[in-house]
C-alpha cells in the first residue's frame, strides 16, 4: 500500500531544502526514527523521499535546525548542524596553546637546571680562587656584607633556623663539644643564663639580672656568704623574697650565700636581717 509522506507546518525546516514531498511507499524496512537523538541532533519528522534517500528535519542542541538522511544519523557521519565541528576546532586549539606552554616551562627548567649544573661545575673548579676572592671582599668591606647578610637573616628567618637545625643534626658532636668547652671557660655566664632559665619558669616578673651585676654583689659583700660570714669560692643566688612567693630576679632581690645556708633557707624569710644592694 503506498502513503504519501507530507510533512506537518514545520517553521524549523520550511523552505530550507529543493525537493517536494513525494508519495512512496514505506516498506517493509522503514523504520520511524521520530523523537530519537544522534549526539547533538534530536530527529523532528520524516520531510520526504528524494533519489531513495529519505530526509529528516532535525533540531540541534545548538537550537538550529538542519535536514539530513537517516543513513548519515545512523552511521554518524553527521552528529551536529555544524557547531560540533567548531567546537573540535576551538578546543584543539586551545589544547595546542596548553601544550606549547607546557613545551616552554620545561625548556626553561631544563635551562635553569642545566644553568645551576655549570655554575656548581664552575665553582668546583675554581672553588681556591673564588675563595680567595670572597675573602678579599669580607676584609676590604666588613661592614658592608655584615649589613646584607643581616638583613638577608631578617628577611628569611625560616631559612636561618633550617640552616642551623640541618647543620646541628649533621655536626651533633661538635656541638656538645663547642658546648662543653664553652662552660668550662665561661662558667659564670653559664650559671647566670640558668639562673635566669630558671626564673623564667617559675614566673619572676622582673628578670633581669646580668653576670656582671652578680660579679659586683658578690665583690660589695666580699665573696661572703650573708648568713654565716665564711668566706669561699663558689656562692650561690639567694633571693629574699623567694621566686614561689612572687620574687623578682633581680639585683636589689638577690644576696650571695654558701649552698648550707641557702637549703637552710628555703623558701622562708632571711635567716638575719639583709639590707639588699641598690645597684643602678
Keep these: 500500500m503506498a502513503h504519501t509522506i507530507v510533512p506537518t507546518s514545520c517553521s524549523l525546516c520550511n523552505g530550507k531544502h529543493p525537493y517536494e ?4 511507499p514505506k516498506g517493509h524496512n522503514f523504520i520511524d526514527i521520530t523523537g530519537q537523538r544522534f549526539d ?14 529519505r ?10 535546525a538542519c535536514v539530513v538522511t537517516r543513513g548519515n544519523l ?12 567548531k567546537d573540535i576546532a576551538i578546543n584543539k586549539v586551545s589544547n595546542l596553546s596548553d601544550i606549547n606552554r607546557i613545551n616552554k616551562e620545561l625548556q626553561q627548567k631544563k635551562y635553569s637546571s642545566s644553568r645551576k649544573d655549570k655554575k656548581k661545575l664552575y665553582y668546583l673548579e675554581n672553588k681556591e680562587r673564588i675563595r680567595l676572592v670572597q675573602k678579599e671582599y669580607l676584609e676590604k668591606h666588613p661592614e658592608r656584607h655584615k649589613k646584607s647578610t643581616t638583613q638577608w637573616a631578617e628577611n628569611n628567618p625560616e631559612k636561618v633556623l633550617n640552616k642551623a637545625r640541618k647543620w646541628r643534626e649533621s655536626n651533633i658532636e661538635k656541638c656538645r663539644q663547642r658546648a662543653s668547652n664553652y662552660q668550662k671557660s665561661h662558667p659564670e655566664e653559664v650559671r647566670a643564663k640558668n639562673a635566669r632559665r630558671r626564673a623564667s619558669i617559675k614566673g ?4 633581669d639580672l646580668t653576670k656582671e651585676q652578680w660579679i659586683e654583689i658578690k665583690r ?3 665573696y661572703r656568704c650573708v648568713y654565716c660570714n665564711s668566706k669561699m669560692k663558689r656562692l650561690t643566688m639567694d633571693h629574699i623574697t623567694p621566686l614561689s612567693k612572687g620574687g623578682s630576679h633581680t639585683a636589689s632581690n638577690i644576696v650571695p650565700a654558701c649552698k648550707i645556708c ?8 632571711p635567716l638575719v636581717p639583709i639590707q639588699p644592694l641598690l645597684l643602678i
Design 21 to 24: 514531498p513525494v508519495t512512496s
Design 40 to 53: 547533538r541532533l534530536t530527529v523532528q519528522h520524516l520531510i520526504g523521499v528524494y533519489k531513495r534517500e
Design 55 to 64: 530526509y529528516w528535519c532535525c533540531l540541534c542542541s545548538c537550537g538550529t
Design 74 to 85: 545512523v552511521r554518524g557521519h553527521t552528529r551536529s548542524c555544524s557547531c560540533l565541528r
Design 204 to 207: 619572676a616578673k622582673v628578670n
Design 220 to 222: 660589695h659583700y666580699k
Design 262 to 269: 641557702n637549703s637552710k633557707k628555703y623558701n622562708r624569710a
